[in-house]
């Protein structure tokens, strides 16, 4: 049970960094100053502490404190939020700006896993079964 809430953690961190590291290639990242460009310093500062807040609970949960699940559901709730947002936000920049590339639909596709990821993570998390 714990395993697989560890490697669905995994995945879903890996997918949010994927999110961000794309999006930093989208028009996204031509909507105004603050945001981060591909490859660019803030970029990875933003995988980074993506991964620190993945990571940091996770090991938490691996070495026996069961209350950091709760820390890590709060956490695929946000990126759930932050990635159903960037679909329609992502697919409305690249319109208006005229620049609807392929990258605008991997940003999109990425996106939908992330939320999959994320919901099939409650799923391992919370319903357990019980053996009878």
Same mark, same amino acid.
Request: proline content about 4%.
């Given at each position: *049970?714990?395993? &697989? +809430?560890?490697?669905?953690?995994?995945?879903?961190?890996?997918?949010?960094?994927? #999110? *961000?590291? !794309?999006?930093?290639?989208?028009?996204?990242?031509?909507?105004?100053?603050?945001?981060?460009?591909?490859?660019?310093?803030? @970029?990875?500062?933003?995988?980074? @502490?993506?991964? *620190?807040?993945? @990571?940091?609970?996770?090991? #938490?949960? *691996? /070495?026996?404190?069961?209350? @950091?699940?709760?820390?890590?559901?709060?956490? %695929?709730?946000?990126?759930? !939020?932050?990635? !159903?947002?960037?679909?329609?936000?992502?697919?409305?920049?690249?319109?208006?700006?005229?620049?609807?590339?392929?990258? =605008?639909?991997?940003?999109?596709?990425?996106? =939908?896993?992330? %939320? +999959?990821?994320?919901? /099939?993570?409650? &799923?391992?998390?919370? %319903?357990? &079964?019980?053996?009878?």
């Amino acid at each position: *049970m714990k395993k &697989r +809430v560890v490697i669905t953690t995994l995945l879903s961190a890996i997918l949010f960094c994927a #999110m *961000m590291t !794309l999006s930093s290639a989208s028009p996204l990242a031509d909507s105004g100053p603050n945001t981060n460009t591909f490859n660019s310093l803030g @970029m990875w500062l933003a995988v980074i @502490m993506i991964l *620190m807040f993945y @990571m940091i609970p996770l090991i #938490m949960y *691996m /070495i026996g404190v069961d209350a @950091m699940k709760y820390v890590l559901a709060v956490f %695929c709730g946000v990126g759930i !939020l932050i990635n !159903l947002a960037l679909i329609p936000i992502n697919l409305l920049i690249g319109e208006v700006s005229g620049q609807i590339a392929p990258i =605008t639909f991997a940003v999109v596709a990425i996106c =939908t896993v992330t %939320c +999959v990821v994320n919901i /099939i993570w409650y &799923r391992i998390a919370f %319903c357990h &079964r019980t053996a009878t």
